[in-house]
């Protein structure tokens, strides 16, 4: 037992340096296997995986023996981090874990969508599924075609990573049990903190479910008209197929055919992008610029030089965009199939936030180097691409011919943000919804597929297209469920961003409408972000957010404030109309 105050803060530098060591070769591991999907690399991560687990295993043991009492603040928050998350001691069980985590991400990163009676073993005329299948959906306005690759990716890689599933979830929850918790679920809530959290974001979902069901009815009704009744039933789920997007999580790739005003230029820039010949470095840099005007730190030359920004021609990757915190050396990187569109300049933002905030809390000793909770560290690219896409900022980087919109060019901005926006609220919510309960051992593996469907419907309020079963596993054809990266950060990412762009655009004494409010080159929006994201996860989140805002809480005030127009639209737009689906299925009345 160690309670002399000068050998735990030896303990804690040490701590700090060896730390910062292990996660340097854990992350130079990874990106090398991300960015090359080879035997070598497969097998070079999980060696280091198991030795950055023995010197996690060590240090544990070491923090169990030192008594917290007399500590100060930082010290007692460094020692809890210290003493978190599972612990599995067998090194067989922690082998198979690294390596059945590696197949099923393997699995997911190589699958291939192939033609119909394609013989066995031949690649010939197979779609990966970045960029090509992700464009298919994005693109075909054609049912049957949409149906072919919606199957067809879900065939490639969910029976196979089905299988493996399981043994993933019995070793997560063996580790947590060790580690001394209920469940894997309680170590995933355990990063926010806050003992109400589940009841908090249901809470905070029925604040904003009245606008994604505005938008549903609204959406389903223009799909019925575009691919007929007999297809789309305005009084059921729809379809999950028909949405633009492999997941239906985001709606925009079908803006054209929900347009409320046609014919009044759209804020829909992709065209625009490729005509004006902007390239993947170009979108790079025109975010670079935006942290820039800010006062935020630039990406330095190594992001430069050893980021993968767009998809190699000669060998396997992982392209789900990452970013990449290298923990010395200021070596921050990003990993992005990227091409040359709208949506990706979206993710472009997206990722460089990320690196931002590495570059931000880079201060602060390694084990208090993260988001104040991983909703945050999702916010932060998201928010300033709030600032992007409004016309006046698309002006200035020369994609749209004026910053000047009419209350109808007005409406259609708004209906652009809220497809990518709103529409992923539940989206967001269903995918931890469905792995708590797995996890809390609720939904066992032959009813995967049936309650992830449900929650589906529930939430989205999506059917899927085809009969689907117990042999099929849908969670594994979304990237994070095989990667094991958890999803309610995003859920939580797409509320508080606005409470973020709120209060930025108040540091920059913006005058407009929120949802036209572009800080592009406000020093003070900028000082306002930096005092947040310096503080890392030294602080609770709650302390992060009154730094930010003013009040320590979660807030739907501002993603209600900033869609409230289109808000008054959608519901002139479905008086009469039906709104909701199953047992909630109404006529929507003003
Ligand atoms: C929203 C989430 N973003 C991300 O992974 O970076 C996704 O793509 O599913
Ligand atoms: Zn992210």
Request: glycine share 6%; hydrophobic share 35%; with cysteine.
């Amino acid at each position: 037992v160690v309670d002399d105050p000068e050998i735990i803060e030896e303990w804690l530098d040490v701590l700090n340096f060896t730390m910062a060591e292990v996660s340097h070769y854990a992350a130079l591991a990874s990106w090398n296997y991300v960015t090359n999907i080879t035997k070598y690399n497969t097998e070079f991560l999980s060696n280091v995986s198991m030795l950055s687990g023995n010197y996690g295993l060590e240090m544990k043991d070491e923090a169990r023996k030192i008594v917290q009492d007399n500590l100060d603040f930082r010290s007692r928050r460094m020692l809890k981090f210290a003493l978190r998350g599972g612990e599995l001691r067998d090194g067989h069980k922690r082998r198979l874990l690294q390596v059945t985590t590696n197949k099923m991400q393997t699995i997911y990163s190589v699958g291939k969508v192939c033609p119909p009676d394609q013989p066995a073993g031949s690649t010939e005329g197979c779609l990966a599924l970045e960029p090509d299948v992700v464009n298919i959906m994005a693109n075909t306005r054609d049912y049957d075609e949409l149906l072919r690759v919606w199957v067809g990716w879900r065939d490639a890689v969910g029976p196979k990573i089905g299988k493996l599933y399981p043994t993933y979830v019995e070793l997560k929850t063996e580790a947590a049990k060790i580690g001394g918790y209920e469940s894997h679920t309680d170590i995933l809530l355990e990063k926010y903190e806050d003992p109400t959290f589940e009841q908090e974001v249901d809470d905070l979902w029925q604040q904003v479910k009245p606008m994604y069901l505005q938008l549903h009815s609204y959406v389903r009704r223009k799909l019925a008209a575009q691919y007929g009744d007999d297809k789309v039933d305005v009084r059921a789920p729809i379809p999950a197929h028909l949405l633009g997007n492999m997941w239906a999580q985001q709606w925009n790739n079908i803006y054209d055919i929900v347009e409320p005003f046609p014919n009044q230029g759209t804020i829909d820039v992709t065209d625009k992008m490729k005509e004006e010949g902007w390239t993947i470095t170009k979108m790079f840099q025109v975010a670079n610029n935006f942290f820039k005007s800010l006062g935020l730190e630039e990406m330095p030359p190594t992001f430069w030089s050893k980021s993968m920004l767009e998809k190699p021609t000669d060998r396997e990757v992982v392209c789900h965009g990452s970013a990449h915190d290298f923990s010395e050396y200021n070596d921050v990187r990003i990993k992005m199939c990227t091409e040359v569109n709208m949506e990706d300049l979206n993710t472009v933002h997206h990722e460089m936030g990320h690196c931002e905030y590495y570059l931000q809390y880079n201060k602060q000793p390694v084990i208090l180097r993260g988001g104040a909770n991983p909703g945050f560290h999702e916010a932060v690219g998201d928010t300033i691409a709030l600032s992007v896409v409004t016309p006046d900022y698309l002006h200035q980087i020369g994609l749209l011919d004026s910053n000047k919109i009419d209350k109808s060019q007005e409406i259609n901005y708004l209906m652009e943000v809220a497809l990518n926006k709103i529409a992923f609220l539940p989206f967001g919510l269903l995918i931890d919804k469905w792995r708590w309960q797995v996890f809390r051992g609720d939904i066992t593996p032959q009813q995967y597929n049936e309650k992830w469907w449900e929650l589906r419907e529930e939430y989205q309020g999506l059917s899927p297209p085809v009969e689907r079963t117990s042999s099929d596993f849908d969670p594994g054809a979304k990237y994070h469920i095989p990667s094991g990266t958890p999803y309610i950060r995003y859920f939580v990412s797409f509320l508080v961003q606005f409470q973020f762009h709120e209060a930025l655009c108040k540091a920059a004494n913006n005058e407009g409408p929120l949802h036209l409010c572009n800080v592009y080159n406000s020093k003070e929006a900028g000082a306002k972000l930096k005092s947040m994201l310096e503080m890392g996860m030294s602080r609770p989140w709650p302390d992060a957010m009154e730094t930010m805002t003013g009040a320590p809480n979660m807030d739907t005030s501002a993603i209600k404030e900033y869609f409230r127009p289109l808000m008054e639209w959608l519901e002139e737009e479905n008086d009469g109309e039906l709104i909701g689906w199953g047992k909630e299925l109404r006529i929507f009345h003003q």
